[in-house]
Nanobody
Framework: QVQLVESGGGLVQAGGSLRVACSASGLTFSSYHMGWFRRAPGQEREFVASITSIGQTTIYADSVKGRFTISRDNVKNTVYLQMNSLEPEDTAVYYC???????????????WGQGTQVTVSS
């Protein structure tokens, strides 16, 4: 079965950096578009970033543009989210997701990970 396992979350001070990773198994990783979402306490889950199957196109939410970078390694079956200039408002559980349709990766991806907590202290 498909498994997406996030790692790398933790506690960081405002202005700092953190990289989270998502390791995928049970699917042909290079055929799937990947995305990152987040859910802050008491809020709806929101789209953060996405990347096409071979990494040629990336899309970001306005709130993270210029600070976050999504990338992937199709040999390691892993997608990354590098987060710089972190703000307390970035505190959330971060989820990775996979979809074979790019039109759905930012809205309704098929597969989800279990999430990793990122906490940014002020």
């Amino acid at each position: 079965q498909v498994q997406l396992v996030e790692s790398g979350g933790g506690l960081v001070q405002a202005g700092g950096s953190l990289r989270v990773a998502c390791s995928a198994s049970g699917l042909t990783f290079s055929s799937y578009h990947m995305g990152w979402f987040r859910r802050a306490p008491g809020q709806e889950r929101e789209f953060v970033a996405s990347i096409t199957s071979i990494g040629q196109t990336t899309i970001y939410a306005d709130s993270v543009k210029g600070r976050f970078t999504i990338s992937r390694d199709n040999v390691k079956n892993t997608v990354y989210l590098q987060m710089n200039s972190l703000e307390p408002e970035d505190t959330a559980v971060y989820y990775c997701a996979a979809s074979c349709l790019f039109s759905r990766i930012s809205r309704d991806p098929r597969y989800w990970g279990q999430g990793t907590q990122v906490t940014v202290s002020s």
